[in-house]
């Protein structure tokens, strides 16, 4: 029998050591920055890179890296666990350096990057003296299907000139450098082969970042860039031509799962939260957590995050063993993404008018909550692609079974 769910002593202990930093350290931070509009820019850097000092000095930086970046090398259901205690708190990932979008950057770089694009491009990255983005989606064609981007790189002898425009770029006014996907192909074989990444130096004659796109949730650091010829030297291309659509979906496996693992702990939160407010408040001769109605929606509550964590960790099984992994990820993105949103949903309504305000960070998880639904995959594509391998899979082998994780049950 192979299947166990218990950790490794060793594996416990930094598990205990990532909650009880969350709670030292990043919390109380969290505290002292309060609502980030009325503090000193100057103060809030101040905090968080007091956070990430502390992160290194208790050997919990990086935890997604290999050791030769400073990383301590987990593996993927090993990061589940780091992530789901670290973002307990909003700003727990970015302590330790294992943050949307530079993390799924950083596994991109470290299986496509040259020996010299690493030195150049990872390693300060890893060692958090820069911030990186990821610059795919654009305003004028469905960011849903690759195959449409127009984003133009022409091959001017060392240098590819890159005209475009882009949208939704996360970390793009803090970020040294940006991955760039853009066409590069006429005819490729496929649809898919049509487009390259590229590296670019920020700031960059020819990158110019239009405004920060203000969304549901503020002004929280996607930018619009318009890319007018942008000279980017022949060496920083990235994994070579007509490779953008594979650099995609091999950056998208790790980091939309590690999305799913920091969900996982926002789920938690909200669940824990519902759960205290029903116990503590009183109406109609008892607490909320005596009547039914609220029963039901603990009860889903609870099932679909043992739903999530089992999904997650049994994709991060699938990455880790290097078995094909791309189906378990999508079925986790979907299920995790629409669960969070329900289960916070559910917080808000037993905390009433208090879950609606901003006292409780319900509100905020929230607004954050509802773009997991198509950001990194909307939720129909990954149903179209899970429904096509069911399909496949059925016609392939007369049954189902390796289309719902292949799983011996
Ligand atoms: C907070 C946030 C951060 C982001 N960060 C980045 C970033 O750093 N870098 C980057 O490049 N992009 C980023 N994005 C963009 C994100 O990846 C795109 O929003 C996503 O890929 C969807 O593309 P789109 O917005 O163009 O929607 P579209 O592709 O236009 O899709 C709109 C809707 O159409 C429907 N749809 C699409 N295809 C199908 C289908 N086949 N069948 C049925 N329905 C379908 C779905 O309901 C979908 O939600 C970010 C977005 C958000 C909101």
Not at 141 to 165: C, F, K, M
Request: net charge neutral.
């Amino acid at each position: 029998m192979a299947i166990d769910f218990t950790l490794s002593p060793e594996l416990e202990q930094i598990r205990v050591r990532v909650r009880e930093f969350i709670d030292r350290v990043v919390k109380p931070g969290e505290a002292k920055i309060g609502h980030r509009e009325d503090v000193e820019r100057s103060h809030y850097l101040k905090i968080l890179f007091e956070m990430r000092d502390e992160a290194k000095a208790a050997g919990l930086w990086l935890p997604h890296m290999p050791a030769e970046f400073g990383g301590m090398g987990l593996g993927h259901v090993e990061l589940a666990m780091v992530q789901a205690e670290a973002a307990k708190a909003s700003y727990g990932p970015w302590a330790l350096n294992c943050q949307a979008p530079d993390e799924g950057n950083m596994h991109t770089l470290l299986h496509w990057a040259t020996p010299e694009q690493k030195e150049k491009y990872l390693r300060p990255l890893c060692d958090g003296r820069t911030m990186s983005c990821f610059a795919m989606t654009e305003p004028e064609v469905a960011g849903s299907d690759p195959t449409l981007i127009q984003t133009r790189a022409v091959l001017e002898g060392d240098y590819w000139v890159v005209n475009g425009h882009k949208w939704f770029i996360s970390n793009a006014r803090r970020a040294s450098f940006a991955i760039l996907i853009a066409r590069t192909e006429d005819n490729p074989e496929v649809p898919q082969a049509a487009n390259t990444g590229f590296i670019v130096d920020i700031p960059s004659e020819g990158w110019r970042r239009v405004r920060e796109v203000e969304t549901m949730h503020g002004g929280t650091g996607h930018s619009e860039i318009q890319i007018e010829n942008l000279r980017i030297p022949a060496k920083n291309i990235l994994g070579g031509r007509g490779q953008g659509h594979r650099l995609g979906q091999y950056r998208l496996g790790p980091a939309r799962l590690a999305h799913c693992m920091r969900w996982i702990a926002q789920a938690e939160t909200a669940l824990d939260m519902m759960v205290d407010r029903s116990l503590k408040r009183f109406a109609h001769g008892s607490v909320l957590a005596e009547k039914q109605g609220i029963q039901w929606m603990i009860a889903d509550s609870a099932m679909e995050l043992y739903q999530a964590k089992l999904m997650v960790l049994h994709a991060a099984y699938r990455i880790d063993n290097k078995l094909d992994f791309t189906s378990e990820v999508s079925m986790a993105k979907h299920f995790v993404a629409n669960a969070l949103g329900r289960i916070i949903d559910r917080s808000i309504q037993v905390h009433g008018a208090l879950g609606y305000s901003t006292d409780t960070p319900l509100a905020s998880m929230y607004q954050h909550a509802r773009w997991a639904r198509f950001a990194d995959g909307a939720d129909e594509v990954h149903q179209m692609r899970i429904a096509q391998r069911t399909i496949a899979a059925y016609s392939r082998d007369g049954s189902t079974r390796r289309a719902t994780g292949d799983l011996p049950v």
